[in-house]
């Protein structure tokens, strides 16, 4: 079995135990407000070790004043997991896992961590959801 259907198949175990949408290299959380947020995920190899990104789009950068952008940055440093990030002109929170190491639990929590936080950075940051 190769990396990316081991993954596969463990995220597709998280996501059955909580009740997510899985489609291809994407997990879908709806929140109990209505609210949507959307983690997508990519294998990749680094330095030998195949790793699992998760990321989330909170806005595009067009968006975002240059100040508040700068503040939602230093925020990275009190985030207990993941990352803020600059990903093409959107906003997003990333995450890395080693693909070989992870089960459905550490995914189903990296997962739930970011929508939630992400979710709650677009609120504030945007407003009503546009999902």
């Known amino acids: 079995m190769s990396q990316r259907e081991r993954f596969e198949r463990v995220c597709r175990e998280a996501c ?3 009740g997510w949408e899985l489609s291809e ?3 879908t959380l709806v929140f109990e407000d209505g609210r949507r947020q959307v983690v997508d995920f990519e294998l990749f190899a680094f330095e030998g070790q195949e790793l699992v990104r998760l990321f989330t789009t909170i806005g595009s950068t067009v968006r975002i004043d240059p100040m508040r952008l700068e503040s939602a940055l230093r ?3 009190g985030l ?8 093409k002109d959107n906003l997003v929170m990333v995450d890395t896992l080693m693909a070989e190491r992870c089960d459905a639990g550490e ?22 959801d546009r999902h």
């Open 16 to 18: 059955e135990a909580e």
């Open 80 to 87: 207990p997991h993941g990352a803020l990030a600059v990903k």
């Open 107 to 128: 995914v189903a929590a990296a997962v739930r961590y970011l929508g939630e936080t992400a979710d709650h950075f677009e609120k504030t940051m945007f407003g009503p």
């Open 25 to 27: 290299g994407v997990v």
């Open 75 to 77: 925020l990275n440093f």
